[in-house]
């Protein structure tokens, strides 16, 4: 069975930064494309940085975080990362890690861990 479980979200300060962690089991995680999406109240679900299974792993990122947040990948610990720095209010958002591998349909989601940014 495949899981995905985030953790690290928590209410902070603007300006201020924040990790999160994405866990996977279930899949070789080495061979799977992986991202970071958010979802604020009211809006619909958005990429926020993506991570390639492909040997040196290109990365891309949304607009809005580029030069502030950082995805990375430990493979040999399963595990995806978001670095998050120079947080902003519309940073909040409840953010998930997903999985994808580009021979299979399945696209394996987290729960979501809850990112507040306020004063």
């Known amino acids: 069975q495949v899981q995905l479980v985030e953790s690290g979200g928590d209410l902070v300060q603007p300006g201020e930064s924040l990790r999160l962690s994405c866990a996977a089991s279930?899949?070789?995680?080495?061979?799977?494309?992986v991202g970071w999406y958010r979802q604020a109240p009211g809006k619909q679900r958005e990429l926020v940085a993506h991570?390639?299974?492909?040997?040196?792993?290109?990365?891309n990122y949304a607009d809005p975080v580029k030069g502030r947040f950082t995805i990375s990948r430990d493979n040999a610990k399963n595990t995806v990362y978001l670095q998050m720095t120079s947080l902003k209010p519309e940073d909040t958002a409840v953010y998930y890690c997903?999985?994808?591998?580009?021979?299979?349909?399945?696209?394996?989601w987290g729960q979501g861990t809850q990112v507040t940014v306020s004063s």
């Open positions: 997903n999985a994808g591998h580009w021979s299979r349909p399945e696209i394996y």
């Open positions: 279930g899949i070789i995680f080495s061979t799977y494309d």
């Open positions: 991570s390639s299974s492909s040997s040196g792993g290109r990365t």
